[in-house]
């Protein structure tokens, strides 16, 4: 995230001796990533954030894998997938490989009786439906309906939802997860083509600083394990912060499509990107101009990666039988494109309004015992004629 952001209280000089008004010193925290090359954060804390009072259990959270190794095209019902009242109880792997995990969410409650951390991946949550404000130790960001949230590995959080009516895909990446490179220049600032920019981004505010003492039950992902601790102090007791690495927000409805005169390539409508995967916007958009111009996609084959597709609304002109909260998978190896009449109907079509996530890997992706239960089995029968 190459954009400078601060905010509260923090000293002229890093490093430094930082004196709380009633005497003592605020400690600093070095919030970082790769080493000490990555994007990272100073802040200032009002307790020591190392105080650990119990280490207690840990919990498995592997996916379980039905599907290994997939040549089946096929289509998930994610709405399909049961709410509950927990956040990380309700988050249900779907497709993983060893770079990404990609699920779905219904939770129905606010994190209130514990912190979370994902020391193993930076997370990507779409919002489908649902509001609310992600809390961190860094300030919250109020979000809702369209929004991507984008949270560094290693980031203490909160989530309070408005209501009980809650769909999230998530992803999580055990890459860092950055805006494209061939949108910025080499200073990091977004380009004039990029299809959004830095006023698009919803950064942290409104920092809140904790200073409690007691036992705040902490769980933490690590090696696929959700360990749960106790830690001394509130995790949101920091004064201030500046830096780079921090969690942000992005509309989907901020995204502005990049439209040619015949038919443009998936990566133009690139959002985000890993080393491994891409994640991709479609959005309302004119179709292509040249007067023979097929606005429909041509068929192609996925030889080097998988790709997923997450109808959020609208109309998908490509494809029958599509609805919201459903899951397109369309594995490498095997050739797909538009179901059967809608080439020739995207013919003379001025416009679409559909609105869907793609994530394309670049490794296979294992399907996982709770993507098997809501898969309609039949998806890769429907090009046939």
């Not at 600093?28 to 119990?54: A, N």
């Not at 998936?266 to 959002?271: D, F, I, K």
């Not at 916007?281 to 996609?297: E, G, Q, T, V």
């Given at each position: 995230?190459?954009?400078?952001?601060?905010?509260?209280?923090?000293?002229?000089?890093?490093?430094?001796?930082?004196?709380?008004?009633?005497?003592?010193?605020?400690?600093?925290?070095?919030?970082?990533?790769?080493?000490?090359?990555?994007?990272?954060?100073?802040?200032?804390?009002?307790?020591?954030?190392?105080?650990?009072?119990?280490?207690?259990?840990?919990?498995?959270?592997?996916?379980?894998?039905?599907?290994?190794k997939n040549i089946t095209s096929r289509k998930l019902i994610g709405f399909d997938v049961a709410p509950k009242d927990d956040f990380l109880e309700s988050r249900e792997p779907m497709m993983v490989n060893n770079d990404v995990h990609i699920g779905l969410a219904a939770p129905k409650k606010s994190m209130t009786s514990y912190f979370y951390k994902n020391?193993?991946?930076?997370?990507?949550?779409?919002?489908?439906?649902?509001?609310?404000?992600?809390?961190?130790?860094?300030?919250?960001?109020?979000?809702?309906?369209?929004?991507?949230?984008?949270?560094?590995?290693?980031?203490?959080?909160?989530?309070?939802?408005?209501?009980?009516?809650n769909r999230i895909l998530y992803a999580e990446s055990f890459h860092p997860i950055y805006t494209p490179k061939r949108y910025r220049n080499w200073f990091g600032q977004l380009l004039e083509h990029s299809p959004f920019c830095e006023r698009d981004y919803k950064l942290p505010q409104n920092l809140q600083t904790f200073d409690e003492k007691g036992d705040?039950?902490?769980?933490?992902?690590?090696?696929?394990?959700?360990?749960?601790?106790?830690?001394?102090?509130?995790?949101?007791?920091?004064?201030?912060?500046?830096?780079?690495?921090?969690?942000?927000?992005?509309?989907?409805?901020?995204?502005?499509?990049?439209?040619?005169?015949?038919?443009?390539?998936?990566?133009?409508?690139?959002?985000?990107?890993?080393?491994?995967?891409?994640?991709?916007?479609?959005?309302?958009?004119?179709?292509?101009?040249?007067?023979?111009?097929?606005?429909?996609?041509?068929?192609?084959?996925?030889?080097?990666?998988?790709?997923?597709?997450?109808?959020?609304?609208?109309?998908?002109?490509?494809?029958?039988?599509?609805?919201?909260?459903?899951?397109?998978?369309?594995?490498?190896?095997?050739?797909?494109?538009?179901?059967?009449?809608?080439?020739?109907?995207?013919?003379?079509?001025?416009?679409?309004?559909?609105?869907?996530?793609?994530?394309?890997?670049?490794?296979?992706?294992?399907?996982?015992?709770?993507?098997?239960?809501?898969?309609?089995?039949?998806?890769?029968?429907?090009?046939?004629?």
């Amino acid at each position: 995230m190459p954009i400078y952001h601060k905010l509260g209280k923090f000293p002229q000089k890093r490093h430094t001796q930082f004196e709380k008004p009633d005497g003592g010193l605020y400690y600093e925290q070095l919030f970082g990533t790769i080493g000490f090359d990555g994007m990272s954060s100073l802040s200032y804390h009002v307790h020591r954030p190392t105080q650990v009072k119990e280490i207690g259990e840990a919990l498995d959270m592997s996916p379980k894998i039905a599907v290994a190794k997939n040549i089946t095209s096929r289509k998930l019902i994610g709405f399909d997938v049961a709410p509950k009242d927990d956040f990380l109880e309700s988050r249900e792997p779907m497709m993983v490989n060893n770079d990404v995990h990609i699920g779905l969410a219904a939770p129905k409650k606010s994190m209130t009786s514990y912190f979370y951390k994902n020391s193993d991946a930076d997370e990507m949550l779409f919002i489908h439906r649902g509001a609310g404000t992600l809390k961190t130790f860094l300030g919250d960001i109020p979000f809702e309906y369209g929004d991507y949230l984008i949270i560094p590995r290693g980031m203490i959080y909160q989530i309070e939802f408005d209501s009980d009516d809650n769909r999230i895909l998530y992803a999580e990446s055990f890459h860092p997860i950055y805006t494209p490179k061939r949108y910025r220049n080499w200073f990091g600032q977004l380009l004039e083509h990029s299809p959004f920019c830095e006023r698009d981004y919803k950064l942290p505010q409104n920092l809140q600083t904790f200073d409690e003492k007691g036992d705040f039950v902490m769980k933490i992902k690590k090696q696929g394990m959700l360990h749960h601790l106790v830690y001394a102090a509130h995790p949101f007791d920091v004064i201030g912060w500046d830096g780079y690495n921090y969690p942000y927000g992005f509309s989907i409805h901020n995204f502005e499509p990049i439209t040619g005169r015949v038919h443009q390539p998936p990566p133009v409508h690139q959002t985000f990107e890993t080393n491994a995967f891409v994640i991709c916007s479609f959005c309302p958009r004119l179709y292509d101009y040249h007067p023979k111009s097929i606005p429909a996609p041509y068929n192609h084959s996925n030889i080097d990666s998988d790709e997923m597709l997450y109808y959020v609304d609208g109309d998908f002109m490509s494809r029958t039988g599509i609805g919201p909260g459903h899951i397109s998978l369309h594995p490498a190896g095997i050739p797909h494109g538009p179901h059967p009449g809608t080439y020739e109907a995207s013919i003379g079509k001025r416009e679409t309004e559909e609105l869907a996530v793609m994530i394309d890997t670049f490794k296979p992706l294992q399907l996982t015992e709770n993507a098997l239960k809501i898969d309609d089995g039949k998806y890769y029968k429907s090009w046939l004629d």
